[in-house]
């Protein structure tokens, strides 16, 4: 009994060190955000800063134009959401629940596109919303965030809709409901889960996009978004850390207040898939 108290408490121990050594980095950038620039040089490990510098919010927010970058986040990234979980649901619905001829090779064909680098598809990328002539807009960076396999969400769907009840959708169909009013109003609702699931992945990724961004705004500054925006704080002859700190910081608030609020659906999406 002794030892297994001890081991347990040795567990324990090896945990919160783990857990401290985790969220230093964290707390490191929120505490650099309130120093100023010479204590931040000074004393950069300590995470207790001698005076709160709270004007250095109001310099990111004001002065660097992240007012700006963010709102062109938000208006990217939640049209982003919505079309990516729309399109992995159906793809996945039809994937998991109609047995058509090659849906074996679909699937691996759809596993295969994970394994191509995004760097290697950003030319062709920015050629096309250039063909389209949707480049300089917002509709252009939607399309380019929006673009791509969606390898995991597409299974993830899938891996639902296959153990879906087919009585549900039997009694659809004997209700006249043709394939789209039944996935609208039957399927789509009843995976929530893995929807929120979906939704907050994308959400992070897009939010924190930085390539596509950096490459569709070069002619267009005005469209840059948060990730893109941070560079504002890098001038010619030196960077205002605590600025771009401050920024970091501004920049996590809507991913943590997502995660909080959707967080019971992600575990419930996740455990789902998994037990699928």
Request: proline content about 4%; hydrophobic content about 55%.
């Amino acid at each position: 009994m002794t030892s297994s108290k001890t081991a347990r408490a040795i567990l324990h121990v090896v945990l919160i060190a783990v857990g401290i050594v985790w969220i230093y980095p964290f707390v490191w950038m929120v505490s650099s955000s309130l120093k100023d620039n010479v204590t931040f040089y000074k004393a950069a490990i300590n995470p207790i800063p001698e005076v709160f510098m709270w004007e250095n919010y109001a310099r990111a927010w004001d002065v660097a134009n992240i007012s700006h970058y963010f709102m062109n986040s938000v208006v990217i990234t939640v049209s982003t959401v919505v079309i990516v979980v729309i399109l992995s649901c159906l793809t996945g619905y039809a994937i998991g629940t109609v047995a058509f001829p090659g849906r074996t090779a679909m699937i691996a064909f759809i596993v295969a596109l994970q394994f191509i680098p995004k760097g290697y598809t950003i030319i062709p990328l920015y050629q096309l919303v250039k063909f389209l002539g949707i480049k300089d807009s917002y509709l252009g960076l939607i399309f380019a965030e929006s673009s791509g396999a969606h390898v995991l969400f597409i299974l993830l769907f899938a891996a639902f809709f296959s153990k879906f009840p087919k009585e549900i959708e039997e009694s659809a169909l004997i209700d006249g409901a043709g394939f789209v009013k039944t996935f609208a109003r039957v399927a789509m609702p009843n995976s929530m889960p893995i929807v929120a699931t979906a939704a907050i992945m994308q959400f992070i990724w897009t939010w924190s996009s930085f390539l596509t961004p950096l490459v569709l705004t070069i002619t267009k500054p005005e469209l840059k978004t948060l990730a893109v925006g941070m560079l504002s704080f890098t001038e010619l002859y030196g960077t205002d850390w605590t600025g771009m700190a401050a920024g970091a910081t501004i920049s996590l608030v809507p991913v943590m207040l997502v995660f909080i609020f959707m967080q019971r659906y992600f575990y419930e999406g996740i455990s789902g898939a998994v037990k699928s």
